[in-house]
Nanobody
Framework: QVQLVESGGGLVQAGGSLRLSCAAS????????MGWYRQAPGKQRELVAF???????TYADSVKGRFSIWRDNAKNTVYLQMNSLKPEDTAVYYC???????????WGRGTQVTVSS
């Protein structure tokens, strides 16, 4: 089992920045990919970005050039730096970890990001 705890959400004006963090604990050696998803009211959960343990990250088109994801494997933490935020980025952001050996997807409880216009 893997437990994920997110932090860093909040309220910010359009054009501002926020950094999300997600700390993993438990069977962390089984984790291959970590990432972030988001879900806005009335919409499906969508991928924001993910990063494999030893490969380059992948971003949704809607956040390319504005968001950056990286992971600190020593701290078992993944980060999401969000710049130039837009009102349409408003959503609950969920941390995700994928274990190929399980196989299993693990989710955090989510953190609210609200961008005011």
């Amino acid at each position: 089992q893997v437990q994920l705890v997110e932090s860093g959400g909040g309220l910010v004006q359009a054009g501002g920045s926020l950094r999300l963090s997600c700390a993993a604990s438990g069977s962390i050696l089984t984790i291959n990919t970590m990432g972030w998803y988001r879900q806005a009211p009335g919409k499906q959960r969508e991928l924001v970005a993910f990063i494999p343990r030893r490969s380059s990250p992948t971003y949704a088109d809607s956040v390319k050039g504005r968001f950056s994801i990286w992971r600190d494997n020593a701290k078992n933490t993944v980060y999401l730096q969000m710049n130039s935020l837009k009102p349409e980025d408003t959503a609950v952001y969920y941390c995700n970890a994928y274990s190929a050996s399980a196989p299993a997807n693990y989710w955090g409880r989510g953190t609210q990001v609200t961008v005011s216009s």
